[in-house]
């Protein structure tokens, strides 16, 4: 069994928490920079510490998690903290929350409309809480991680994740970096983009000593315009931490490569804290840390608003883990009179709805899903599982009897199916009921309810209708090659006038997914112009916000308003562009006129409301 002082184990996190503050202070106001900076340590501080994503997700979770919970919890707990009081709604944040609030929980939440920020930031910056109540326990802080990282991500987010926990857990018993490398990836996925940008990193910084260089090459091979990133952020933490001198010169390595800044520098920062300790950070740094700090992203408050004390409560939590025979570690000189009360474990019974295809029914498909439910107590479990579905949908099945010894799981098939409605609403869940007698677990599972398109085209031309008011080739072979192999089409060329819409022929598309699946029902090969129509259904006015993803110019109409638009070509995605919509009481058309020119088409929408609560996903209904 691992052994660790009260006061070491006391020292390290207090010098990992400094580490990642530090970090997301320096870095915040250079956040997104992608290009190479130069900062110091005297210009590099901003007037006043901003509040910070990075640190203030994981004292939600120490709050509303740890401390309320112990370690019985699991997907469902971390999703439902997670969309109540994450006030961030950036990015893979506000589709998370969107998902957990509709009622698709993790693992499902962290993919389902996530295309672009799949594997961003948002997971790998919240690894140093799983890390400190793991102490050298890196196989325990990689099972919490795979937990969190599914709220908002999949893969490499997750495994950037469990890299950074597996550095941090194990920084308690080592100090030398290339081993806890070498040590932290057994735990990612060799295959992994994760994987080979830290041995890239690793192989240039052994041969090349401008760490600027490797900047290029890393950026070169692994880099993105999305400077969220996780792949191209890990290599900055790696290349931070092996390039660095010391504390000082790591950190401004880290915040002058530019990119997720604030996150980079805060890991590695925590990582080189945890190492050091407190006590062997540099002074002016410490001093300029300070010890207070201010939460701005969560809305939850602490008694207690200092580092120190931040170190005391991880401590707590810590030790019922090993008080708990969750991770293998013994405390010594713990001071006399302490008192540990973190809730004793006793596992939890989960039901984890599994989707085959999206979490999502329509006229055309039902929504058929695998439903697990695994015994994570050490005792028995036995009751009957009720399913209950809102009057939108229909159930092959309502009543399971269940009984499972401790680690034990059942797998049970459920479809739900669209009831004789006329109007879908967007948000549709079943109610899972387990009742053993003693006690009841529950669990919302979210089925989104389609929207439902009608497809008109596609239309192209076979001459250029901007520059040109006729066919210049007439009946004769085309004079230019160019025509002979391209199309053409036009955003200002009304193919489909709008009060036309109700007499042309199309085509149905029903879909829950934010990218409009234009592609696949298009068999044209060449430039061309769809017409998508949606008819909303809102049973009262409402504002709402429209964000659009796009590549190609396209239009936006509500009834015969056009209300959105662009002209430009640019890369996908999904908040390219946000409108404010109002919808009256009842019916709302919205055409959107897309163009395809040099690519597929990469079109996508959703709606939501901008404040704080559950609006981001708002109460509308689509046509059956």
């Not at 919240?126 to 937990?147: I, K, T």
């Not at 300070?290 to 608003?305: Q, Y």
């Not at 229909?394 to 739900?416: C, M, Q, R, W, Y």
């Amino acid at each position: 069994m691992k052994e660790i002082s009260y006061q070491l184990y006391r020292d390290k996190v207090y010098g990992g928490w400094i580490g990642k503050c530090a970090g997301g202070i320096i870095g915040a106001k250079q956040e997104n920079n992608k290009s190479l900076m130069d900062y110091d340590f005297n210009n590099v501080f901003p007037e006043k510490a901003p509040p910070n994503d990075d640190f203030d997700l994981q004292i939600l979770y120490l709050q509303e998690i740890l401390e309320k919970r112990g370690f019985n919890f699991g997907e469902k707990e971390l999703g439902d903290v997670f969309a109540k009081h994450n006030m961030c709604w950036a990015n893979e944040y506000r589709i998370a929350i969107r998902n957990v609030n509709g009622g698709v929980y993790p693992p499902t939440s962290g993919g389902f409309n996530n295309d672009f920020f799949l594997n961003s930031m948002g997971c790998p910056i919240r690894s140093e809480l799983w890390a400190y109540v793991a102490p050298g326990n890196p196989e325990f802080a990689a099972r919490l991680c795979r937990m969190d990282g599914s709220v908002d991500h999949v893969t490499e987010s997750i495994y950037a994740e469990i890299f950074f926990a597996a550095m941090e857990c194990l920084a308690f018993f080592e100090s030398d970096l290339n081993v806890l490398f070498d040590q932290a990836l057994t735990y990612v996925p060799a295959g992994s983009r994760v994987a080979e940008c830290a041995a890239f990193v690793r192989s240039m910084a052994a041969e090349e000593p401008d760490y600027r260089v490797t900047r290029t090459e890393l950026i070169k091979r692994f880099g993105s315009s999305d400077a969220s990133y996780a792949v191209t952020n890990l290599g900055i933490v790696v290349l931070a931490l092996l390039y660095g001198k010391d504390f000082n010169d790591t950190m401004l390595t880290a915040v002058n490569c530019g990119y997720d800044t604030d996150c980079t520098s805060a890991t590695a920062g925590a990582i080189l804290g945890t190492i050091l300790g407190r006590s062997g950070l540099p002074g002016d740094w410490v001093e300029k840390v300070g010890d207070d700090f201010v939460l701005g992203i969560v809305d939850v408050k602490r008694e207690r608003g200092t580092l120190a004390a931040l170190t005391e409560d991880t401590f707590r939590v810590c030790f019922a883990a090993a008080r708990d025979g969750l991770i293998d570690l013994r405390f010594t000189g713990v001071p006399e009179g302490f008192v540990c009360d973190i809730p004793a474990y006793q596992g939890v019974v989960k039901i984890l709805a599994g989707y085959e295809g999206e979490p999502s029914v329509s006229a055309e498909r039902p929504c058929r899903m695998a439903l697990t439910v695994r015994n994570e107590r050490r005792a028995a479990v036995k009751g009957t599982l009720t399913l209950e579905a809102e009057e939108s949908l229909e159930l092959d099945h309502s009543k399971f009897e269940i009984s499972l010894a401790p680690g034990e799981e059942i797998v049970l098939p459920v479809t739900a199916a669209l009831a004789d409605v006329e109007l879908v609403p967007i948000r549709n869940v079943i109610t899972a009921t387990l009742h053993t007698g003693d006690e009841t677990f529950q669990q919302r599972i979210g089925v989104f309810g389609c929207g439902k398109y009608r497809m008109y085209g596609p239309y192209f031309d076979n001459y250029d209708t901007e520059k040109y008011d006729h066919d210049i080739n007439g009946k004769l072979m085309p004079k230019d090659l160019f025509d002979m192999f391209n199309g053409h089409s036009s955003i200002h060329r009304e193919y489909l006038p709008l009060d036309r819409i109700d007499k042309e022929r199309h085509t149905v598309i029903y879909t829950a997914r934010d990218k409009l699946p234009v592609e696949e029902n298009v068999g044209y090969q060449g430039a061309c112009c769809v017409y998508l129509v949606r008819d909303l259904y809102s049973k009262y006015e409402q504002d709402v916000h429209m964000f659009l993803g796009d590549t190609a110019p396209h239009r936006v109409y509500l009834e015969d308003q056009q209300v959105a638009g662009s002209d430009r070509f640019v890369r996908w995605m999904p908040l390219n562009n946000v409108v404010l919509l109002h919808l009256k009481e009842g019916r709302n058309r919205l055409v959107f006129k897309l163009i395809r020119r040099n690519g597929p088409f990469e079109f996508s929408v959703f709606f939501s409301k901008l404040e704080f609560g559950d609006g981001t996903l708002i109460d509308v209904y689509d046509e059956k």
